[in-house]
């Protein structure tokens, strides 16, 4: 099913002053589906980085329309997009990006207060999604108690808690070792299922064979 | 309102993580409220010390009539015999004023008092019965004079409180006589002690420790009223035939006239006057006064106080916020990132206000209970002792005045916080994310 669609997608730094314009993005289409992993490939600079920034409603596309679930969201306003990547985007960043003064439990339930869920169902939400990454017994640790692969599982289950149907994971595994990588990876492949799709963004090899399509970015635009 | 329970949370969680830049930018809201109140409490203490001074000096529809010897002075008529006030103007005003209740007159005298081997010089007064109430001089042993002392000039006096005292120490004055000059007169009465506030003020203060210096000075000398309790009173008639005789020139007389109401005061001012000028060759040589126009001279007096200290607080308290911040900017500094990731897992551009400036509100009404209480120390203790030594009176501190100030730094803090707030919520997210 298609949950994703870019037409015509293009974004330009410095429009304003034409000598220092760049276009990080040239006219980007794409179309993506659940239950398939993607993964977005280039070098430093190819704009696959504004791409997933593009994707994840963090940043806001130059020209072109962006349909997600069937609804044209590349002109929506700050707080519209902020209720959409609560509800609909999941994101696991290569920092992880963790909270360093709130627990586990604490970081996790963090999407949920933004969307005002009841207190009882979120306990249980958390615990079960704790539970699913394997750190149903760091609960009460704080991030920096926690080894690199631990805080990933953090980020990754927060990224779960309001069930979206897009997950992005940029260079998920970079700061991690090989073996640590594959336990993350795993993790990440078992998300895939009807109703979501996976976006990594990597520059790997080795983490694009966990996808089943690799989309190649170059000077802004798709390769193949 | 979950949201904003949340932000509160989060406001005082920031605050304990920061414990020490915290109490800093706390600082200075408490140094303001503390200051705020403070003064408030000064003035108003000031404000009641005075009107207890002012009321003791007479009713509030009294006017006090004089010789202004500044117009004289510009009339050329210095020497003259007749611009005098006497018994006749006296009867002139109950003759021919409209709006006047009653009329009392004193005269001023300094005479030897002597009784066994005691021997002291005091001011004496001649005085009309209606002027004990005018001037509220309230008999507290024995009685005023009555309209058959004036008649017949008789030779009875009422004694200040302090005269009776060194007089007499703990005999009972009344019934005894006194030489006064070379007469004896008859002690009918004994007045109330003035200034009871100022002497409670002070021994309320004498009782601490550390106010060496106030002990010290004798009580009575701080008691502004101390000069109507060393007075000797004896009718009018009294003093004008056995001391003054025709020549009224080396004694002033003044005349006290009571309005009918407190509203027409005024009226009766200028009525008096004119009668004044009219029955003197229409030569404008008085000066009337009344206690409301002393009242209200003190009241401007103090707003005037209440603005410039007030003022001065206030700029404290803005001090206050702009440490506030300047820490709430170096916060959004610091917290970018944080801003960013929660921007990434949705929070809205209110959210992230809310998270900005609930902490400067937690942080200002921290400050502000901190300095009300300093507030209430401060002017309690040390301002309280030199506000004794200064004036003879004591700080009163008022709650209005503290929530006043509490509030008011609530809005300072608010405002100060207004700013990195909105800076911090108008942070685009991938320019938060990407800051390291």
Redesign the interface.
Known sequence: MESISLVNICKTYGQHNEKVKVNALRSITLTLETNRIYAIMGHSGSGKSTLM?IL?L??RPTSGRYFLNGRDVAKLS??ES??I???EIG?V?QSY???P?YTVYKNVE??L????VAGADRKKRIARLLEQVGLDKRVHHKPNELSGGERQRVAIA?ALI?NPTVILADEPTGNLDTKTEKEIMALISELKDETRTIVIVTHEMEIAEYADTVIRIRDGEVWE | M??FW?AIVDGI??IR?HIMRSMLSVLGIILGVMNLTAMFSIVKGTEVANRSFIEALGSQDMIQVGIDWQKVREAGAFGTKHIRLNLTDVENIKKFASTVENVGVEVYLEETVQYKSFNKAYRTLGVSPSTFPMNKYVVEFGRPFNEFDIESAARVCVLGSTVAEEIFGTEDPVGKVIKVRDEYFHVVGVLAEYGKYFEDVKSSSGKKPGSKSMKKSKNKNKNPLEWKNTRILIPVTTALTRFIGQDTSKNWLSIFVQSKSIDMVSATMEEVLNILIKTHNDQDVFWVGSIQEWMSDMEQFTNIWKIVLGVVAGISLMVGGVGIMNVMLASFRERM??I????????????IFLLFVVETIVICIIGGIIGLGFGYVVSMTALSAMLQETFGAKPEFSFDAGIFSMFFSMFVGMLSGLYPAIKAAKL???EA?RYE
Not at chain 1, 113 to 116: I, L, P, Q
Not at chain 2, 340 to 351: L, P, Y
Request: aromatic residues 8%; proline residues 6%.
């Open positions: 920034h994840g963090l940043d700050g707080n902020a209720r990547r609560n509800r994101f960043f990006n963790l909270l003064r963090m999407p207060t933004y969307s005002n927060r309001n | 979950k949201k949340n969680l920031e993580y990132r944080e960013g990731i929660r921007k990434a897992i949705g929070a809205s551009n209110v959210d685009p997210p991938v994310l």
